[in-house]
């Protein structure tokens, strides 16, 4: 089944976020269908802040790596596109698919002093002199739109997402990607709104795996939570040893 359809099952599909070869190997491993980087992890790893502070080659690096030691669909959190403009996103989007890279996550919000959003015209226009491009030179790339109205705390989010829903699904998005939405209500109201998958994330709040499926949801992320709570143990770990003088805990 190709990336795109494993969009359009019962049940949604899960992606595992993954920062590195060997959580990408885990994930295979535990038969998951798809992955996906996160930038956040990935930034985090080589000791940068989330935002497009490290350069494109090394986000290419990583994704290099675990795609050659993966057989898995892969899908690419490509923040804002390392670019400032079409041209420049499309040619980082064209070396992810030379990789073998099935997805990628664009999303409506930029970090400058603090993360804003974008015009929703704006961002629609990339949006569909991206996908025209992919049109005109037969690129097959999965385009998982991410609106940031939740995660901003916009003064009226499930409104301003429902807007911006429309404006990405008519510019030629593939998906509709939602992180911080978490509200059964909201949620039951994006996914009947657009005939598009819309994808939610894991946040300390969101409905279980079942209630999702009954909502409609047919995309479910991890984000950087999973490599957050694994670096959490690891402190909790190294401070343990450091207490009883002794690598017992380890073991």
């Known amino acids: 089944m190709n990336f795109k359809n494993l969009h359009q099952q019962v049940s949604p599909l899960l992606i595992c976020n993954v920062w590195d070869v060997t959580s990408a190997k885990i994930a295979e491993q535990l038969n998951f269908k798809a992955i996906g980087t996160s930038s956040a992890a990935i930034a985090a790893m080589l000791g940068y802040r989330d935002g497009e502070e490290m350069d494109f080659s090394e986000l290419e690096y990583i994704v290099k790596r675990i795609k050659n030691n993966t057989s898995i669909p892969l899908s690419v959190d490509l923040e804002s596109g ?6 420049e996103i499309m040619s980082n989007i064209k070396r992810l698919i ?6 990628i996550n664009l999303e409506d919000s930029i970090i400058g002093k603090k993360r804003t959003l974008l015009p929703a015209g704006q961002f629609s226009k990339i949006i569909s002199e991206i996908k025209n491009q992919c049109t005109k030179e037969n690129i097959n790339i999965f385009l998982n739109v991410r609106t940031d109205s939740f995660l901003l705390n916009q003064a009226s989010p499930l409104s301003e997402t429902k807007k911006r829903s429309k404006c990405y699904e008519n510019a030629g998005a593939d998906g509709i990607f939602i992180p911080g939405i978490t509200q059964e209500n909201d949620i039951k109201n994006v996914v009947q709104d657009t005939h598009l998958p819309i994808n939610v994330m894991c946040m300390p709040d969101l409905p279980d795996f079942e209630v999702l499926t009954s909502l409609g949801v047919k995309r479910i992320s991890m984000g950087n939570f999973l490599f957050d709570y694994i670096y959490n143990g690891v402190e909790m770990t190294i401070n343990t040893i450091l207490k009883q003088k002794s690598f017992t805990p380890i073991f």
């Open 82 to 87: 390392y670019g400032d403009n079409p041209s």
């Open 98 to 103: 030379s990789l073998g890279v099935v997805g």
